[in-house]
């Protein structure tokens, strides 16, 4: 069985989050062995393989928690999450970010204003990152 397969097997095992994902790895060295000890409230391999294959299909790209591309200000923190996925271009990780948040229920100025303000940040670099919510959050990713 792959890593890939045996770390999402782990992380999706009853009982199982980032803390103790990594406890276990401490532990016993590898997501293959700490699959032992988890036993019968671990995750199955084809509920693993699927989810892999179901991110493929969507164009997804899957980054571990050992990747080097993993971020560093996410690995920092004490319950990163063992593996990521995503889609895009990746290297923008790397560059300085600014997070923008509001109401779902936004009036025609705050859109404005977001829509300004964002397009500035991204014309001076910066990576504008909200939470996908509607309102506020749509104009700062659009």
Do not use: W
């Amino acid at each position: 069985m792959s890593e890939l397969v045996n770390i999402l097997r782990l992380i999706r095992s009853n009982g199982v989050g980032p803390r103790t994902f990594y406890s276990l790895i401490k532990k016993f060295g590898s997501a293959e062995e700490a699959l032992e000890y988890v036993g019968t409230k671990a995750c199955t391999p084809e509920k693993a393989i699927k989810e892999i294959e179901q991110a493929k299909k969507l164009n997804m790209q899957i980054l571990l928690h050992t990747d080097t591309a993993y971020p560093e200000n996410l690995r920092s923190t004490y319950d990163a999450p063992p593996i990521l996925f995503y889609k895009g271009n990746i290297d923008l990780l790397s560059k300085t970010s600014i997070g923008v948040v509001g109401t779902r229920n936004s009036s025609a100025a705050g859109i404005n204003i977001t829509r300004k303000i964002c397009a500035d940040l991204g014309k001076s670099g910066y990576v504008v990152i909200s939470g996908l919510a509607r309102g506020i959050d749509t104009e700062a990713h659009k």
